[in-house]
């Protein structure tokens, strides 16, 4: 596997699980449909590879001193 795609994976295996969860449990205790709470999850998946994808970018970049992290930390740890 390659290292982008071994990257996304963890992205996804992790930050985008719970993203994908809250979304989906937020629809189904909601009462929506099962399709609906199905969409919701896939919603959740993409915005949490998205806001970690943003949140790695940052930190790379330097453009998020707050954050405090090591800059390769997060891509190394996958």
């Known amino acids: 596997m390659k290292r982008p795609d071994r990257y996304l994976q963890v992205v996804r295996y992790k930050t985008a699980k719970w993203f994908e969860a809250a ?18 999850a896939a919603y959740g998946r993409h915005l949490g590879t998205a806001f970690q994808l943003v949140g790695d970018g940052l930190v790379c970049t330097g453009g ?3 954050l405090r992290k090591n800059s390769a930390a997060g891509l190394l740890a996958g």
């Open 64 to 66: 998020a001193p707050a």
């Open 23 to 40: 979304a989906q449990v937020g629809a189904i205790v909601a009462g929506a449909l099962p399709a609906t709470a199905e969409a919701m």
